[in-house]
Nanobody, 114 residues
Framework: QVQFVESGGGTVQPGGSLRLSCAASGFTFSAYTIEWYRQAPGKEREWVATITRFGDSTNYANSVKGRFTISRDNAKNTVYLQMNSLKPEDTAVYYC???????WGQGTQVTVSS
């Protein structure tokens, strides 16, 4: 069964940093492109970042480009999202998933507030 367990969220002040982790199981992790998504209150879930199977290519939403970095460790079946220069509009529940998507995990809450 495909599973994702996100962690590392919390409350930070604007300009702060967080590092999210997503542990995957139930499939051959290194065979899949992995993505981060987020869903803010009252809004639809939106794509944030993508990393290819061996990490040789990444892509970011314009809203996070230059501030967020996606990476992966295939030996640990884990993908990361380093988030710097956080803004209040980054407040959301963050999820990871593969391409094609499996089921969604519980996500991890990120709140950026002074």
């Amino acid at each position: 069964q495909v599973q994702f367990v996100e962690s590392g969220g919390g409350t930070v002040q604007p300009g702060g940093s967080l590092r999210l982790s997503c542990a995957a199981s139930g499939f051959t992790f290194s065979a899949y492109t992995i993505e981060w998504y987020r869903q803010a209150p009252g809004k639809e879930r939106e794509w944030v970042a993508t990393i290819t199977r061996f990490g040789d290519s990444t892509n970011y939403a314009n809203s996070v480009k230059g501030r967020f970095t996606i990476s992966r460790d295939n030996a640990k079946n884990t993908v990361y999202l380093q988030m710097n220069s956080l803004k209040p509009e980054d407040t959301a529940v963050y999820y990871c998933n593969r391409q094609p998507r499996g089921g969604w995990g519980q996500g991890t809450q990120v709140t950026v507030s002074s």
